[in-house]
């Protein structure tokens, strides 16, 4: 079975601009999470999509938002980027179940987002 | 979620158990704890997870106080490989994720 799969891997970008991330969770797995991880502030939770729904949001601005698609592919968009969004970019999947109990998350590699 | 205190950075010898500690006094009873590792520059690597009893399973083993206030990972048999960052991270049983990652403890296995 595949895992999480992040496109792409490495980007550089001007200030200012903005960016698309893409992630394709494990086939059959529905909930997909976002985390951004700076060498200052570690892995921070960005949101959480489920059936194409945002279910949860950390705490950052409005320029960051994201999309869930039927498939259950997810995209993150950065806009009007600033230096300080120069970070590693991770999804995460995961498979959703009704109930009790936790299920895990499996990572993706991540895109390394360069903000120059 | 329960915050989590890990000591920064541990040791351990190739071929020996290593043991991770994890702080969680503000645990709540339906939360589980959790424990997740990173390679330098890779994602993160679910390890095991538990609500109160000790667990068991092909990678480590997570040994969980009558209290639920602390936790250890246990590494029975280090590797070079086993050198990362380890996270314990403690959720609420609503499967979402929504998970708070701390600093976790570098873990530097030496031959």
């Given at each position: 079975k595949a895992g999480v799969t992040q496109t792409p891997r490495y980007l550089i970008k001007t200030r200012g601009q903005q960016v698309t991330l893409s992630c394709s969770p494990i086939s059959g797995h529905r909930s997909v999470s976002w985390y951004q991880q700076t060498p200052g502030q570690g892995l921070q939770f960005l949101f959480e999509y489920f059936s194409e729904t945002q279910r949860n949001k950390g705490n950052?601005?409005?320029?960051f938002s994201g999309r869930q698609f039927s498939n259950s592919r997810s995209e993150m968009n950065v806009s009007t980027l600033e230096l300080g969004d120069s970070a590693l970019y991770l999804c995460a999947s995961s498979l959703k179940s009704q109930g009790t109990g936790t299920t895990e998350a499996f990572f993706g590699q991540g895109t390394r987002l360069t903000v120059v | 979620d329960a915050k989590t205190t890990q000591p920064t950075s541990m040791d351990c010898a190739e071929g020996r158990a290593a043991n991770l500690p994890c702080n969680h006094s503000t645990i709540s009873g339906n939360e589980y704890v959790y424990w997740y590792r990173q390679i330098h520059s890779q994602g993160p690597q679910y390890i095991i997870h538990g609500l109160k009893n000790n667990e068991t399973n092909e990678m480590a083993s997570l040994i969980i106080t009558e209290d639920r206030k602390s936790s250890t990972l246990i590494l029975p048999h280090a590797t070079l490989r086993d050198t990362a960052v380890y996270y314990c991270i403690v959720r609420v049983a609503h499967n979402n994720n929504d998970m708070r990652f701390g600093a976790g403890t570098r873990l530097t296995v030496k031959p």
């Open positions: 950052f601005p409005g320029r | -």
